[in-house]
């Protein structure tokens, strides 16, 4: 009889830990633990915050009936770490080293993911995995070239759900990833939006950066000499410049709400300033995809759309009207994170897939 691994997944956010327990593929148990501004404010650097986010995680496994040392494996929430192919990685050495000395890893919560999974491993002697990771980069080398030198496009998007996403997809209709092309839009906080050819992501929206649609808290691409303009005019420090670009742009900006749902609620209620911007964050959504399926020269078999905001129907439709014409257009609310981590977990114990060394 096959083996069942179960696995615990380990997704850390700027205010919550969420945690899934997985037999296979089949969840067990999913929670998460929340955490207020005033305990976070006590920690000088998101690392230190893990021995706090490690207790409080295992007292919530057991208070549901479970044990950690119940586990096959752990696996965690990589975080920006260097740039890397796509794949389920092993947490060595050099990856602790990069999740917790890197400036870049230091910037969200993430990093804790895979510094969590690599504690309860090393405690219970079981491996612990990241999984597709927010830096992974398979771009073609033409997708990176800008018209400044100086300047190379940037690479930080929502992998884990696209790859996630489109294998899914592939189940559900009898395909298989690695033969087939789609665009795909990740709407939430931020939003990324992708070109996979054949299991590959070619080319995407830099997901911090400032490209691609504006989304909730970031501002998406800006005309570059009014940006140069404001910056040297407001005479503002480069953190608020970049906190504008990502964290206080989008809707944040506009409304003072990184709430896709109050604006609905606006437009719902007659706002026509709040349709006019809600519209355009969807116009940019559908924009981008447009230029996917170029860089995919038009063979595309599924427009797939996901995230958060992917259950908003009035920002869906909007979108599906507009790129219906390149493919079929299929919605997958939600961000599954928890559940991607676990299946690249499970792909490897089962032997499905070998686990990729991070080299750094």
Same mark, same amino acid.
Request: hydrophobic fraction near 40%.
């Given at each position: 009889?096959?083996?069942?691994?179960?696995?615990? @997944? $380990?997704?850390?956010?700027? &205010? =919550? &830990?969420?945690?899934?327990? +997985?037999?296979? +593929?089949?969840?067990?148990?999913?929670?998460?633990? *929340?955490?207020?501004?005033?305990?976070?404010?006590?920690?000088?650097?998101?690392?230190?915050?893990?021995?706090?986010?490690?207790?409080?995680?295992?007292?919530?496994?057991?208070?549901?009936?479970?044990?950690? @040392?119940?586990?096959?494996?752990?696996?965690? *929430?990589? !975080?920006?770490?260097?740039?890397?192919?796509?794949?389920?990685?092993?947490?060595?050495?050099?990856?602790?080293?990069?999740?917790?000395?890197?400036?870049?890893?230091?910037?969200?919560?993430?990093?804790?993911? %895979?510094?969590?999974?690599? /504690?309860?491993?090393?405690?219970? !002697?079981?491996?612990?995995?990241?999984?597709?990771?927010?830096?992974?980069?398979?771009?073609?080398?033409?997708?990176?070239?800008?018209?400044?030198?100086?300047?190379?496009? %940037?690479?930080?998007?929502?992998?884990?759900?696209?790859?996630?996403?489109? *294998? +899914?997809?592939?189940?559900?209709?009898?395909?298989?990833?690695?033969?087939?092309?789609?665009?795909?839009?990740?709407?939430?906080?931020?939003?990324?939006?992708?070109?996979?050819?054949?299991?590959?992501?070619?080319?995407?929206?830099?997901?911090? =950066?400032?490209?691609?649609?504006? &989304?909730?808290?970031?501002?998406?691409?800006?005309?570059?000499?009014?940006?140069?303009?404001?910056?040297?005019?407001?005479?503002?420090?480069?953190?608020?410049?970049?906190?504008?670009?990502?964290?206080? %742009? %989008?809707?944040?900006?506009?409304?003072?709400?990184?709430?896709?749902?109050?604006?609905?609620?606006?437009?719902?209620?007659?706002?026509?300033?709040?349709?006019?911007?809600?519209?355009?964050?969807?116009?940019?959504?559908?924009?981008?995809? !447009?230029?996917?399926?170029? $860089?995919?020269?038009?063979?595309?078999?599924?427009?797939?759309?996901?995230?958060?905001?992917? +259950? =908003?129907?009035?920002?869906?439709?909007?979108?599906?009207?507009?790129? =219906?014409?390149?493919?079929?257009?299929?919605?997958?609310?939600?961000?599954?994170?928890?559940?991607?981590?676990? /299946?690249?977990?499970?792909?490897?114990?089962?032997?499905?897939?070998?686990?990729?060394?991070?080299?750094?």
């Amino acid at each position: 009889m096959e083996k069942t691994y179960r696995v615990l @997944a $380990v997704n850390p956010g700027s &205010t =919550s &830990t969420k945690v899934g327990i +997985y037999e296979g +593929y089949e969840m067990l148990y999913e929670g998460t633990v *929340r955490h207020s501004q005033e305990e976070l404010s006590k920690f000088a650097a998101i690392h230190d915050q893990k021995d706090m986010r490690m207790e409080l995680v295992e007292s919530l496994i057991e208070e549901n009936g479970y044990k950690l @040392a119940d586990m096959d494996a752990f696996v965690g *929430r990589g !975080g920006i770490v260097r740039p890397l192919k796509s794949g389920v990685y092993t947490i060595n050495e050099k990856l602790m080293d990069d999740l917790i000395n890197l400036p870049s890893a230091q910037r969200h919560a993430s990093m804790l993911g %895979g510094v969590i999974a690599r /504690a309860y491993g090393d405690r219970y !002697g079981k491996p612990s995995f990241i999984v597709d990771p927010v830096t992974v980069d398979e771009r073609d080398e033409i997708a990176k070239i800008t018209g400044l030198p100086q300047i190379k496009r %940037g690479c930080i998007f929502h992998c884990l759900n696209q790859k996630s996403v489109c *294998r +899914y997809h592939c189940r559900l209709n009898d395909m298989k990833y690695e033969e087939h092309n789609f665009v795909v839009a990740h709407l939430g906080g931020g939003i990324s939006v992708a070109a996979h050819r054949k299991g590959v992501i070619v080319d995407v929206t830099d997901a911090m =950066s400032g490209e691609g649609p504006f &989304t909730p808290e970031r501002c998406g691409a800006l005309p570059a000499k009014d940006l140069a303009d404001f910056i040297f005019e407001s005479g503002l420090p480069r953190d608020e410049i970049n906190k504008l670009i990502a964290g206080r %742009g %989008g809707l944040m900006a506009h409304f003072n709400t990184n709430s896709a749902i109050d604006v609905e609620k606006m437009v719902e209620a007659g706002d026509g300033h709040a349709k006019l911007i809600y519209d355009a964050m969807a116009y940019n959504v559908a924009k981008s995809c !447009g230029a996917m399926a170029a $860089v995919l020269a038009g063979e595309v078999d599924a427009v797939i759309i996901t995230g958060g905001i992917a +259950y =908003s129907k009035m920002l869906t439709e909007y979108v599906k009207e507009r790129v =219906s014409f390149i493919a079929p257009v299929v919605i997958y609310p939600g961000e599954g994170e928890l559940s991607a981590l676990a /299946a690249g977990a499970v792909r490897v114990l089962s032997g499905e897939e070998e686990p990729k060394e991070y080299l750094g």
